[in-house]
């Protein structure tokens, strides 16, 4: 994708100031400009990585008897198997999948019905609705599931005090319901971000396309179906992209509520149960390999992600 | 047509209740929890146990005064450090992203095409996922619980990169860097003087979606820093929070602290809202 601007400036002008142009490109100029970037990528990422790699291969085994010395030693996919195997490990990747199948799907049904909404001709409180929703990116996770915690929390509930007053059995946001708590947090979090990469997309969209429809006779609600969703698919497919790893990643929310919850354990999910391995049990090939397997995970499905989107964008300018 | 249109208002006028409301019940969704906290900080202790949640209370100015010489201070101290973490780190990643986007775009050298390919890879990576690693290697380095352990995994930001590269690529034309060329400008002159100018809205995004990221991490901090005096305000108000199981007392305060520390940024927010350029980010789909 990159320089396809500057061909098209090349060949309008003629074959001479090409090779002129050419020639006098810089070579140590743009290494110069990526070498801040290069260097920080290599030691903050790959080397990291490289590291977390090492660590998942190997394991700590003690020699000779009572007297024996620690040393690390090679153990193939020892970690991986026991890792995966591990029940806690299973458990917390399903607890997430419980909680992904909950809070992806709202997330991007709401972002997609607001900006569908807000992009109408004639709409009313577009504004206030727009930057009212897109409030909560600006809130960090734990703050927000600290606000949202004391209105689950029985004794703080604005919502159970309601219910009393009307004589309604209180609801248990923190134990019962808390996937419905945790994902209402989510969605809460990240729908108004979702929403402006839809509703912005939306708008690069030439109004012109309407208007045959409108001749036509389609009304907004086959417009949005028929017009509106399909052109929209690669930025859906982006925020699906998004969601997925920032669910895969889903941290500081649930390690806040569970200052509130009893329900929610020191490995509830995939990244907790890791930093657990890590730093509090001290096991730590077994954290690398668990790490390489989510890092991994996120991987497939970003790239699976990105060949649909090619074949969706190539499949249009076809 | 000019017949038809008083007509198809009328209608339009009338077909838009719906959706307009359906909006505006978004709306308070999203606010409910706003107006909570801002009626919450005003109740003193027993308030908040024991009256509805969003009548005002009494205990506004004692929570503050409470908050405020909590440990000495301590929470300004940590609104100060998430400043430092997300102001600093964001803007010095930002010119890093600047500088390897334009030279991506606009120079054509050996190895464009593989730095272009892993840099992109990166975006996919998940960083959350490399704290660990990345602790254990600031803590070969001597450098985990300092703030160097916090602000250098920040200063690289891979969707930056490719963010600036795609904006180069729009906004800095091929001819006017060539002009100037001619005219003898150095390549650093060029980048700093023609083409950091042409790239500002999008510089101005990047910046943003990177100071909102690091505001609001949790877990690299929460892994780096052992020291409470140098925590953002992320991790000091779960510890506030979290301390408050023990003594519900500090439930006023870890209310107060979370009003306090949304202020600032939802006004930068709103206030930044019209330089943004978020369509970047849908637009770079098209690339």
């Given amino acids: 994708m990159g320089g396809s601007r500057l061909d098209e400036g090349e060949t309008m002008t003629t074959a001479v100031s090409v090779r002129r142009a050419r020639s006098a490109q810089p070579r140590v100029a743009p290494w110069a400009m990526l070498a801040p970037a290069i260097v920080l990528f290599v030691l903050f990422l790959l080397v990291p990585i490289g590291y977390a790699i090492y660590l998942s291969f190997v394991a700590l085994r003690v020699d000779g008897g009572a007297f024996g010395v620690r040393r690390q030693v090679f153990v193939g996919f020892e970690n991986y198997v026991t890792a995966l195997a591990n029940p806690e490990f299973v458990a917390s990747l399903g607890r997430l999948a419980l909680f992904g199948a909950l ?3 709202i997330t991007l049904g709401l972002a997609l019905l607001f900006a569908l909404l807000l992009d109408l001709p004639g709409i009313r409180f577009g504004r206030f609705a727009r930057t009212s929703i897109f409030l909560p990116y600006a809130v960090p996770g734990v703050i927000a599931t600290l606000l949202w915690g004391f209105m689950y929390l029985p004794s703080t509930s604005p919502f159970n005090y309601v219910f009393r007053l009307i004589g309604l059995p209180p609801i248990d946001f923190l134990n019962e ?5 945790l994902a209402n947090i989510a969605v809460w979090s990240s729908v108004g971000f979702n929403m402006i990469i839809l509703y912005t997309s939306l708008r690069s969209i030439p109004s012109e396309i309407y208007e045959a429809a409108k001749i036509d006779g389609a009304n907004e609600w086959q417009i949005a ?6 052109l929209l698919t690669p930025s859906l497919l982006l925020t699906l992209l998004f969601s997925l790893i920032g669910t895969l990643q889903a941290y500081g929310e649930p390690t806040t509520l569970k200052s509130l919850s009893n329900s929610i354990s020191h490995s509830f999910f995939p990244l907790m149960k890791v930093y657990r391995d890590a730093f509090g049990t001290d096991n730590i090939s077994s954290a690398a390999a668990a790490s390489v397997v989510l890092a991994l995970g996120t991987l497939f499905v970003s790239l699976a992600l990105l060949r649909l989107l090619q074949r969706r964008t190539f499949e249009e300018t076809r | 047509m000019s017949i038809a249109m008083p007509g198809t208002r009328r209608q339009r006028g009338r077909a838009r209740v719906v959706p307009s409301i359906i909006l505006v019940v978004g709306a308070i969704y999203t606010l409910v929890p706003i107006a909570w ?8 202790r027993g308030e908040l146990f024991s009256s509805f949640s969003f009548l005002p209370g009494t205990g506004f100015w004692q929570n503050l005064v409470d908050l405020s010489t909590y440990e000495g201070g301590q929470y300004w101290q940590w609104a100060l450090n998430s400043l430092i973490y997300a102001g600093v780190g964001s803007g010095i990643s930002t010119l890093i992203s600047a500088a390897a986007g334009f030279a991506l775009a606009r120079y054509r050298f050996r190895g464009r095409a593989l730095v272009f390919t892993v840099l992109l890879a990166g975006v996919m990576l998940p960083q959350i996922t490399l704290a660990i690693p990345q602790y254990f290697l600031m803590s070969s380095l001597g450098l985990a619980n300092t703030y160097w352990s916090v602000l250098l995994p920040t200063l690289i930001n891979p969707f930056g990169i490719y963010l600036a590269c795609i904006y180069a690529q729009s906004s800095v034309p091929a001819d006017t860097i060539e002009a100037a060329r001619i005219d003898g400008a150095s390549e650093f002159r060029i980048f700093r003087s023609l083409a950091v100018p042409m790239m500002l809205p999008g510089l101005v995004t990047i910046f943003m979606l990177q100071f909102v990221g690091v505001w609001n991490n949790f ?8 020291d409470e005096s140098m925590f953002p305000l992320t991790t000091g108000l779960y510890m506030l929070l979290n301390r408050g199981t023990g003594t519900p007392a500090l439930y006023s305060l870890a209310i107060m602290g979370a009003l306090l520390s949304i202020i600032p940024l939802v006004a930068l927010m709103l206030f930044l809202q019209r330089f943004w350029r978020l369509d970047l980010i849908s637009g770079s789909l098209k690339g």
Avoid: E
């Avoid at chain 1, 319901?177 to 708590?181: D, H, N, P, T």
């Fill in chain 2, 219 to 226: 877990l690299l901090p929460f892994i780096m820093l052992s």
């Fill in chain 1, 103 to 105: 809070s992806v799907p």
């Fill in chain 1, 225 to 230: 179906w028929r017009i509106k969703i399909p």
């Fill in chain 1, 177 to 181: 319901g808390v996937y419905g708590s």
């Fill in chain 2, 37 to 44: 906290v801002v009626t919450a900080s005003t109740k003193s």
